[in-house]
């Protein structure tokens, strides 16, 4: 991971930013996923936990090869009046390394139950016993809110940073360009 891209939304009055960066997202994810690509991970420089939001600014990391193949594509087509778009940079030499992952929440006891209940024919009433409400858990993590192409039901992308490490740990990156394991160059 030598080189960035930054891809900065620009202010749209009929558009909030969280809409535009989840069509720009989605579309990053099906170019990904057409390419079959492992070698380019995504981060969110401008993400507040707290708040908790992803910010304005998506940034691509990888080789410059693969940055180049990725940015001659058509993908961005319908972007281009919501985007101001950088040129691929060299990495800063000083740059810090993160994890940049998706976070899986088991959220609704309900659909947990049904799915228990279609896997080991249980009733409702024994589901309910293994599976109590209280077993709810929630993330107070930033999100992007996608529409899935085979399914066509829409689901929250949870998005986590991880902790700032002074080494990089290379590795694959799944469509959304995410990892578990491997970091991007983090400054």
Known sequence: MDHYVDIELRPDPEFPPHQLLAALYAKLHRALAAQDSTAIGVSFPGFDSKAPHLGTRLRLHGKIEALSTLLAGDWLTGMRDHI?????????????????????????????????????????????????????????????????TSTGQTFRLFIEHGPIQPIAIAGAFNAYGLSQGATIPWF
Do not use: T, Y
Request: include cysteine; charge should be positive.
């Open 84 to 148: 101001a778009l950088a040129p691929p940079a060299p990495v800063p030499g000083n740059a810090k390394h993160r994890c940049v992952a998706r976070i899986q929440v088991k959220s609704s006891p309900e659909r947990l139950r049904r799915r228990l209940m279609r896997r080991q024919n249980i009733d409702a009433q024994e589901a309910r016993q293994r599976i109590p409400d209280e077993s709810a858990r929630f993330a107070h993590l930033p999100f992007i809110q996608l529409r899935s």
